[in-house]
């Protein structure tokens, strides 16, 4: 069975987060079971934590739900952790590399 674009893309983008910064990379698989709205990808590198919401590049880009922008607000604000959307590894190790030059 051959793997949807999207999980291709996760497995990309935590592989170059792995081998660009180390650190703790999983792609969340949720159910039915889970609460809605989590970002597809969770890290932790030098104590900041990740929460990224992967959606794929134009043409096929989809914003994401209100619910997806809510949590990753949370995650900044209520958490204090780093979260948004990105389309690619290289955006991903931008976003990274930024917040742990911030840090």
């Known amino acids: 069975m051959a793997r949807k674009p999207e999980t291709t893309l996760h497995n990309k983008i935590i592989a170059a987060l792995k081998e660009e910064f180390g650190g703790w ?10 609460e809605a709205g989590l970002p597809d990808i969770f890290g932790c590198v030098e104590g900041l934590f990740f ?3 992967v959606k794929r590049p134009p043409p096929d880009y989809k914003d994401p739900t209100p619910l ?3 949590t990753m607000r949370r ?5 204090e952790g780093v979260s948004c959307v990105v389309i690619s590894p290289e955006e ?4 990274v590399g930024k917040a742990l030059r911030e840090s």
């Open 51 to 53: 929460g990224l919401e």
């Open 92 to 95: 991903a190790i931008s976003v």
């Open 75 to 79: 995650i900044r604000e209520d958490g």
């Open 68 to 70: 997806q922008v809510e």
């Open 25 to 34: 990379w999983v792609h969340i698989h949720v159910s039915e079971f889970d």
